[in-house]
C-alpha cells in the first residue's frame, strides 16, 4: 500500500470581504503519498495559497479534516503545530524570508539550532546543504549580497537542511529569471529524487507545471483535476 503523508477531506476556509464572504476553500479533498511531486496550478484567486496554508500548519480550516505524517493537524494546539512544522515540515514561502543580518551559513543553520544541534555540526551540514543548491563560496554573504535566485536557492538549503518530510513552496520562482527559475524547478526535481523528499509547490510558471508528477488543477477553491503525469 502506497505511504500516505497528506490526508484532506472536505476542507472549507471562508474569509470575510467587506459585506461579501469568499470561500477560498469549497470543500476540496486531496490525498499526497509520500515523494510526490506535486504542482498546484490554478488561476489566481483559486484557492492555492490558502491551502497551502493549511498543509503547512499554518492557518485552520473552518472544517474537514486533515492529517500529515499520520498526525491530525487540526487537534493539535499552537505549540503542537509550531513544534510539529520544526520536525516536519520546510518551507520556500515569500513570507518566510531569509534573516536579513545573518549570513547564508547562519541562515541554514538557524532552524538546526532550533532543532538543538551544536554548532560546529549544524554549521557543518548549513555548508553540505548550500554546496548541494550551488552556494559553495557564498556561505558568508548576507541575503543583501546575493541576487534573488542565490536568497532563494538559501531558502531552499534553509528547508532542506531540517530533513522534513514536507516541502512546501509558493510561486517559489516568481521573482527569477528564467535560467534561475528552472535551475531551482532543476534542484528540487533532483531532491525528490535522491532524497524522496515530498514536495508542494503552488505555481501558475509554465516550466514548475512542466516539472508535476502529480498536477493538481485549482478552481474557484475546488479541486478542479488531478493528473498523474
Ligand atoms: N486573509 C484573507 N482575507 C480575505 N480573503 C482572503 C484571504 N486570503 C485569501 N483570501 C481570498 O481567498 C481566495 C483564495 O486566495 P488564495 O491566496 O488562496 O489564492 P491563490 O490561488 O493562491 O492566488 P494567487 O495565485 O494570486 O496567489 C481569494 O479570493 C482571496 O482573495
Given at each position: 500500500?502506497?505511504d500516505?503523508?497528506?490526508q484532506?477531506?472536505?476542507?472549507?476556509k471562508s474569509?470575510?470581504?467587506?459585506d461579501?464572504v469568499?470561500k477560498a476553500l469549497?470543500?476540496?479533498d486531496?490525498?499526497v503519498?509520500r515523494?510526490a511531486f506535486?504542482?498546484?496550478?490554478?488561476?489566481?484567486?483559486?484557492?492555492?495559497?490558502?491551502?497551502?496554508?493549511?498543509?503547512?500548519?499554518?492557518?485552520?480550516?473552518?472544517?474537514?479534516?486533515?492529517?500529515?505524517?499520520g498526525?491530525?493537524?487540526l487537534?493539535?494546539?499552537?505549540?503542537?503545530?509550531?513544534?510539529?512544522?520544526?520536525r516536519?515540515?520546510?518551507f520556500?514561502?515569500?513570507a518566510?524570508?531569509l534573516?536579513r543580518?545573518l549570513n547564508a551559513?547562519?541562515?541554514?543553520?538557524?532552524?538546526l539550532?532550533?532543532?538543538g544541534?551544536?554548532?560546529?555540526?549544524?554549521?557543518?551540514?548549513a555548508?553540505r546543504?548550500?554546496?548541494?543548491?550551488g552556494?559553495?563560496?557564498?556561505e558568508?554573504?548576507?541575503?543583501d549580497?546575493?541576487?534573488g535566485?542565490?536568497?532563494?536557492?538559501v531558502a531552499?538549503?534553509?528547508?532542506?537542511?531540517?530533513?522534513?518530510?514536507?516541502?512546501?513552496a509558493?510561486?517559489?520562482?516568481?521573482?527569477?529569471d528564467?535560467h534561475?527559475?528552472?535551475?531551482?524547478?532543476a534542484?528540487?526535481?533532483?531532491?525528490?529524487r535522491?532524497?524522496?523528499?515530498?514536495?508542494?509547490?503552488?505555481?501558475?510558471?509554465?516550466?514548475v507545471?512542466?516539472?508535476?508528477?502529480?498536477?493538481?488543477?485549482?478552481?474557484?477553491?475546488r479541486?478542479?483535476?488531478?493528473?498523474?503525469l
Amino acid at each position: 500500500m502506497a505511504d500516505i503523508l497528506i490526508q484532506a477531506a472536505a476542507l472549507h476556509k471562508s474569509y470575510a470581504s467587506g459585506d461579501a464572504v469568499v470561500k477560498a476553500l469549497d470543500g476540496v479533498d486531496l490525498v499526497v503519498e509520500r515523494g510526490a511531486f506535486v504542482v498546484l496550478s490554478g488561476r489566481s484567486g483559486s484557492g492555492k495559497t490558502t491551502l497551502l496554508n493549511m498543509f503547512g500548519a499554518l492557518d485552520r480550516p473552518d472544517c474537514g479534516t486533515l492529517t500529515l505524517a499520520g498526525q491530525d493537524l487540526l487537534a493539535m494546539s499552537a505549540a503542537e503545530r509550531a513544534r510539529f512544522r520544526l520536525r516536519h515540515l520546510g518551507f520556500v514561502f515569500q513570507a518566510y524570508n531569509l534573516i536579513r543580518v545573518l549570513n547564508a551559513r547562519e541562515n541554514v543553520a538557524y532552524v538546526l539550532q532550533l532543532q538543538g544541534m551544536d554548532k560546529k555540526q549544524r554549521f557543518a551540514s548549513a555548508d553540505r546543504w548550500l554546496a548541494a543548491v550551488g552556494l559553495a563560496g557564498f556561505e558568508q554573504r548576507r541575503p543583501d549580497q546575493m541576487s534573488g535566485g542565490q536568497q532563494q536557492r538559501v531558502a531552499v538549503a534553509r528547508a532542506l537542511a531540517a530533513a522534513p518530510d514536507l516541502i512546501l513552496a509558493d510561486e517559489p520562482t516568481a521573482n527569477l529569471d528564467s535560467h534561475n527559475g528552472e535551475s531551482l524547478i532543476a534542484l528540487m526535481e533532483r531532491l525528490n529524487r535522491e532524497e524522496g523528499t515530498t514536495f508542494v509547490i503552488a505555481s501558475h510558471d509554465p516550466t514548475v507545471i512542466a516539472a508535476a508528477r502529480t498536477l493538481v488543477t485549482m478552481q474557484d477553491g475546488r479541486i478542479e483535476a488531478v493528473n498523474h503525469l
